[in-house]
């Protein structure tokens, strides 16, 4: 009975660590202050990091989002005289470095900036590194958009940089030219505005404000250099700024799903009802390419989405809780079977597109709604605050599962995108229904799967199986 308990105990740990490193990036929420989330965050990667190792570090391998990535592999690397089993370092190495190859590189070159700072510097850590560093695609890119960066993990991995990468880094002023197109562009932008449109758009971006280059004039010239995701948070600031910042671009069918949602949300109502027709064909493609083999494959499917007030989120993180549930709504709609999906918003409206916060999170009352459908599946997305009135939802949850579904015919899912700082843990509605973090609506089936390891019928054994299986699967991707 002990073991039981321990391993069911080791379990709900593990899980919790996992709802919040979906869910917390360090950053204010609606109810919670960044600094509740730093601390409470940290506390939590120390506790699994101690006590559960193995799963700290397969949890890379899981929809863990990119600053819990970053923090569990810089803690790997600290800490790396903690690993003392040869093959548990090996695999350790695998998902780190496959980890990485994920990461954006801005978030790499300042994970590697964090363990120079905190003095780690063994065998392991400088040959992560300078692997991920010989991998990178464009080099001459990277030391021009990263340099002093590059710089640091350079040293820090006893990097030996000859040639003109070497004399671009550290003794620019050495040569009057640079065969290296990307070098020769920088050099010649200090003195020539023309130069500064063949760089990267962060590096060109600081040359032109030396250079005094009106913004407009900027922004449209040096448009070709922009990556889409610079080009979208240009446009979603412009938006929210009421500007016009860079012309439109007809690339909204190969952004991700969470990604469209929110980029959806940053348009004003009378842009979104213009650009209906555009929108939804993107969201419902993006979807579909979400859903993968298991598009309309999950029967009647039931929906409960929170657009209530506190959907808002913060300035950091704004409207990214009504991203997240608009992104599930388009994905449980493609992945219930044809004409089988209801969604039931919190707000009561019906129009997905032209949702915006507002109002109270009357959970209980909808969640009766869908009850009524008869649904294979109930997924619920909110940050579980049920207000309308407190403690509906819970209550309707227990009778459903305790005394209408005892045998458990509708599957009962809660997914929030939320992190609750002072409880260590997403919201949950009630002890009966499980409960998963999610971040990016793309997760939703793989946190759907885990999420029943939380309803505390299936112990550790099971959960460290379903975890190598997703780790092995993980490194086996191209």
Request: include cysteine.
């Amino acid at each position: 009975m002990d073991e039981t308990l321990a391993d069911l105990v080791a379990c709900e740990d593990a899980l919790t660590f996992v709802n919040a490193a979906v869910t917390a990036t360090g950053q204010r929420e609606f109810h919670d202050d960044a600094r509740q989330q730093v601390l409470s965050l940290g506390f939590l990667h120390d506790y699994t990091r101690e006590n559960y190792r193995h799963l700290y570090a397969a949890a890379l391998a899981l929809g863990v989002n990119d600053h819990n990535a970053a923090l569990i592999i810089r803690n790997l690397l600290v800490h790396a005289a903690a690993a003392v089993d040869a093959g548990r370092r090996r695999a350790e190495g695998r998902l780190i470095a496959r980890r990485l190859e994920l990461l954006p590189a801005q978030r790499v070159y300042k994970l590697f900036g964090e363990l120079r700072r905190l003095g780690a510097n063994n065998r392991r850590t400088r040959a992560i590194m300078r692997d991920w560093l010989a991998a990178r695609p464009d080099p001459a890119f990277d030391a021009v958009k990263y340099r002093g960066r590059l710089k640091v993990a350079a040293r820090h991995a006893h990097l030996r940089l000859r040639g003109e990468t070497g004399d671009f880094l550290f003794a620019p002023t050495a040569r009057k030219r640079f065969e290296t197109p990307m070098f020769e562009s920088w050099r010649r932008a200090h003195h020539e505005q023309a130069a500064i449109y063949d760089l990267p758009y962060t590096v060109a971006e600081g040359f032109a404000a030396r250079h005094g280059v009106p913004r407009a004039v900027f922004l449209e010239r040096v448009e070709h250099r922009m990556t889409r995701l610079e080009r979208l948070r240009l446009q979603e600031n412009a938006h929210a700024r009421k500007v016009e910042a860079i012309r439109e671009q007809a690339d909204l069918p190969g952004m991700g799903l969470t990604r469209l949602a929110t980029y959806a949300l940053s348009l004003r109502l009378d842009d979104r009802a213009a650009r209906r027709a555009e929108l939804t064909r993107a969201l419902r493609t993006a979807a579909l390419r979400a859903a993968g083999e298991q598009a309309g494959r999950w029967g009647t499917v039931a929906a409960v989405l929170d657009d209530s007030y506190s959907a808002t989120g913060s300035a950091q993180k704004r409207r990214r809780p009504l991203a997240v549930a608009l992104a599930c709504h388009h994905l449980l709609e493609a992945l219930a079977a044809p004409g089988r999906y209801t969604a039931h918003w919190t707000s009561g409206r019906g129009d997905a597109l032209l949702l915006y916060p507002s109002g109270p999170t009357p959970l209980g009352t909808r969640i009766l709604d869908a009850l009524d459908t008869g649904p294979d599946r109930l997924v619920i997305v909110s940050d579980g605050w049920d207000n309308a009135p407190p403690g509906l939802a819970a209550e309707v949850l227990r009778v459903w599962r305790t005394r209408l579904d005892p045998g458990r015919r509708v599957t009962v899912t809660h997914l929030n995108p939320v992190y609750d700082a002072e409880g260590f843990d997403v919201r949950r509605l009630a002890p009966t229904v499980p409960t998963a973090g999610i971040r990016d609506a793309e997760d939703l089936p793989v946190l759907v799967e885990l999420a029943r390891f939380a309803e505390g019928r299936a112990g550790l054994a099971e959960l460290t199986a379903y975890l190598d299986d997703r780790v092995a699967r993980f490194l086996e991707q191209p």
